[in-house]
């Protein structure tokens, strides 16, 4: 299927912007979908692109993409209900359509990306008054930190965004949001080692697609490293998807427990970050 407007032309990390969304609205068509996301399936009526040639139609792709999008969508759900003028601000945000999701009418979005992911953005998805699109690199914090309104809460979401980046840049992005927003989350996810390994070798392709390489990973019983990157980042949390269907619905808690699935799958973590001590 692809739509009859806009034809994007991206490189290929910013390509997975056009997979997500996809497998998005895939699950989303259906009746019983464990995912409501009207608005990807609206842009990719709109988007001249030949995804199902390029990425395929797999049910069970498109409902694992969702339950995954689904734990992002939960955290932010619970960080607006604390704090509902606060501020979410989405780390390579590509053609996510979180904020016709989730957002409460009240909080700020900042969306972070690459100057082609953006001018796309902008023209799929216009931003209302409470959006802003900047044009940057996700993980220079010293092009993007400023413009986030330090008197409010801020939550930080890295959704498909840090695999693809070396793991020193994953740990400064880290040590980075911790120290410049005390008091903050981030969630992010990652994919396990094995799947890491397969990607970077460049083993991972469907029938027109080539996963591109993925250097940085972390096996799920591994997250609690993720306090080494600052002594900012004060706790770690797993957040596991609820609400699958069918028999991957039922196979899902197995593999959230039983080893060796429940510490080689994907994974989603919330890092919480010190409060501000002394003066100002």
Known sequence: MSGGGERPELEQVPETALWTLWHRALEARRPDAVLHDP??????????????????????QGQLQALRVACFDREVADFL???????????????????????????????????ESVALREKLLPPGPRQRYLAADATDLDA???EVDRDQAVLISAQGLLMYLPPARVRSLIAGCAERFPG?????????????????????????YQVPPMPWAMDADERDKLRTASPAVVAVRDVRPTGGRGLLGALLPLAMTVPPLASRRLSVTVLDFAERTGQA
Request: a negative charge; charged letters at 25%; one cysteine or more.
């Open 39 to 60: 608005e990807a399936v609206e842009l990719v009526d709109r988007i001249d692109f030949p995804f199902a040639e390029r990425f395929g139609a797999s049910g069970v």
């Open 144 to 146: 993007w930190a400023d």
């Open 184 to 208: 903050g989350s981030l969630v992010l996810d990652a994919v396990p080692r094995w799947f890491g390994r397969l990607a970077s070798a460049g083993r991972i392709r469907g029938r027109g």
């Open 81 to 115: 209900a604390r704090e509902p003028r606060g501020t979410v601000v989405c780390l390579g945000d590509g053609l996510e359509t979180q904020y016709w999701r989730v957002d409460n009418g009240r909080a700020h979005w900042l969306s972070v990306d690459l100057p």
